[in-house]
Every structure is written in structure tokens, then in C-alpha cells.
């Protein structure tokens, strides 16, 4: 059995949780918070999830961990055959691990009720090996999450109400997707699904705040959660959409006014050596926000998928993505080298912090 090294509350974790279970692959979990030192040597970098495989083998970052299991487990596949359907299922993925992550966050740590909830797992979960009253842990946890993801990542009363909203422009785009699916892509979860069960899952759909307003107004989200929660009971053939159907596109068009925007300015900012960077999304001024070495790895991964299509397949990708700023996906004037992974080992790469 492989050995997951997570936390029950983690956006990651709950979103490769979510594909083990429905490809029916065991797994038992454990927090790798009191074994930094085993982790570090062997993974490269503490952080969730990571597997840890019965011949020793290492695995890391939930996007490349799932496409290499994809290559060793190809019943109920998850990527799309068709390659177009296949570059925008990436896409929405990477949107839901890299945009909502602020907003989740946000929502978690923002809000009393809450962060005290969320401060007392994670002072037993993450700082339990620490030698310190559980009080402490708490407040310790309470103050790292607030200075590293709130005020750290742009965050303030100005863009708070930005913040928040994009949760609600997900709810929209999802709904709509799901009005004649029971998962974004077909009748079976793709990488799209499991891109989204990370903010949805441990975020929106556990945390009191945003969990409320699922289960009160998105009854049909929280619906689609338990199904991809539970898809190993699915009994049907896989049967994933071979175009990108039109309820897509207001899914399409957030992602390009507010995740697109976001990598490109990291990327600039990355390229010109810069620690903090700014951005104005949809109207909304964000500053002081952190450069990180991996959202521009991102942009580098969706590049090479897109460059990886034929050309037929890639004028249809134009046609899907015709809003502002999109061309960043094909057009390489921002630079987009990250130095990570450059010989693409991942997930046996020595990990990185991602965020």
C-alpha cells in the first residue's frame, strides 16, 4: 500500500485524495510535519501531498503525480482523448490549483469562525510534533497563515471583496457546465473535476463560511463534491465530451481575466528578478504580491502542451479562447523559464516550495 504524506485539510492533498479513490488505489495517510528530515532528504521539499511508494520511490506536486499514475493505471482514464478538450481540461485545472487558492484561503483565515476552527486541526496536524501548550500552536499557526496568505498575498480591504467573489464566479461556471453533466467533461471525472476538488473539497465545501453558502445557494456543487468524492462506485464506461462544449465558456473567460492575468505578471516579474509583483484583475488593483518560481513553471507546462498540439488542433484552441490576453498560451514575448524541473522528472523531481 502507498504511503500518502498529508494533511486532512490541505487543498492538495483532498484533491489527489480524490483521484486514489476513484481510480481504487489504497493508501494510508500521515502527516509529514514530524518527519521533516525523511521527507526533505527524500522529496526535496516538506510540503503536501507526496507519495511515498512501496519500492521507496517518491512522488510529488499532485499535477505530474496523477499524469505519471495515468501512464501506469489507464482504466477510467482522466484525460481527454481529444487533444483540444485535453489542453482546456489543464487549463481549468491549473486555474482551480493556482487562482482560487487565494480566495480559499482568504475565507479560511479571514473569518473568525473559521480560522479558529482551522488553527485547532492544524495545531494538531502540522505543529503537534512541536514541544509547546496547544495554545501556543494555535496562535503560532493563526499568525503564519494570516502573515503568509492574507496580508503576504495581496489581500486588504481594498481587494478583499475581489477575493471572495471569485469563489462565486467558479459556483457560476460550474453550475453551468453541470446543468446536463454530472461532471464537468462527460459522465466521469476528469482533470478538470479533480483540479476543482481542491479549492472545493477541503476549502469551500469544509470550512464553515464557504461551506454555508454551498450547501445553502450551489446545493448542485455540493452535490457534484460527493459524486467525485465517490465516482469508484461509478458503473458506467467512461465517457468523456470529444469538443469543448459551449457552457464552458464562462469558465474560459474568468480564467482568462483573472488566472492569465496573474501568470503573466509573476512571469514578468520572475524574468526581471523581482520578489513582489502587481496586477489589476478585472478592475481590481492587487499589490505586493509574492513571485513564485512555480506559477511561472505553470505557464511553461501549459506552453508545451499547447505547442505540443497540431496546428489544426491549435487554431481551435484560438477559437475556444478568444478573450484579452489569452495569446499569453502561444505567444512567448513574456519569458517563461522557471528553472524548475527542467529535465522533466516530475514527480520524481526533488520538489520545490510552491507556494
Not at 490549483?97 to 484561503?105: I, T, V, Y
Not at 457546465?177 to 469544509?206: C, K, V, W
Request: include cysteine; glycine fraction near 6%; proline fraction near 6%.
Amino acid at each position: 500500500m502507498i504511503k500518502l504524506w498529508g494533511i486532512s485539510v490541505s487543498y492538495y492533498t483532498g484533491k489527489l485524495e480524490a483521484y486514489l479513490r476513484y481510480k481504487g488505489i489504497p493508501y494510508e495517510m500521515d502527516n509529514p510535519f514530524a518527519h521533516q528530515d525523511y521527507i526533505k532528504k527524500n522529496a526535496g521539499a516538506v510540503q503536501v501531498p507526496i507519495i511515498e511508494r512501496e519500492d521507496g520511490a517518491f512522488l510529488s506536486d499532485s499535477t505530474p503525480i496523477i499524469q505519471h499514475m495515468e501512464t501506469e493505471l489507464p482504466d477510467r482514464p482522466v484525460f481527454p482523448t481529444d487533444p483540444v478538450v485535453r489542453f482546456i481540461a489543464l487549463l481549468i485545472e491549473d486555474y482551480a490549483d493556482e487562482w482560487l487558492w487565494r480566495s480559499a484561503m482568504n475565507y479560511r483565515w479571514s473569518n473568525e469562525n473559521d480560522r479558529e476552527l482551522l488553527s485547532s486541526i492544524l495545531a494538531d496536524e502540522v505543529a503537534g510534533h512541536l514541544k509547546a501548550p496547544r495554545f501556543v500552536r494555535r496562535r503560532m499557526v493563526k499568525r503564519r497563515q494570516l502573515a503568509r496568505y492574507i496580508k503576504g498575498d495581496g489581500v486588504t480591504p481594498e481587494t478583499r471583496s475581489h477575493v471572495d467573489a471569485g469563489y462565486f464566479a467558479a459556483l457560476r461556471s460550474m453550475a453551468s457546465m453541470l446543468e446536463t453533466r454530472p461532471f464537468l467533461l462527460g459522465n466521469a471525472p476528469s482533470i478538470a473535476d479533480f483540479g476543482l476538488m481542491g479549492p472545493m473539497l477541503r476549502h469551500y465545501g469544509q470550512d464553515p463560511t464557504p461551506a454555508a453558502i454551498m450547501r445553502n445557494d450551489w446545493p448542485a456543487i455540493a452535490e457534484w463534491v460527493a459524486r467525485v468524492w465517490n465516482a469508484s462506485s461509478l458503473t458506467v464506461e467512461p465517457d468523456l465530451v470529444n469538443m469543448v462544449p459551449d457552457d464552458a465558456a464562462p469558465m474560459l473567460q474568468e480564467v482568462a481575466q483573472t488566472h492569465l492575468v496573474q501568470l503573466r505578471e509573476n512571469a514578468r516579474a520572475f524574468s526581471a528578478g523581482h520578489t513582489k509583483f502587481k496586477m489589476t484583475v478585472q478592475g481590481c488593483h492587487y499589490k505586493n504580491l509574492p513571485v513564485t518560481q512555480y506559477r511561472v513553471y505553470c505557464l511553461e507546462r501549459l506552453r508545451e502542451e499547447f505547442d505540443n498540439l497540431s496546428d489544426e488542433h491549435k487554431a481551435k484552441v484560438k477559437a475556444l479562447l478568444p478573450y484579452e490576453g489569452c495569446e499569453l498560451l502561444w505567444d512567448h514575448t513574456v519569458e517563461a523559464k522557471s528553472g524548475h524541473d527542467v529535465d522533466r522528472k516530475a514527480p520524481f523531481a526533488h520538489g520545490i516550495n510552491i507556494v
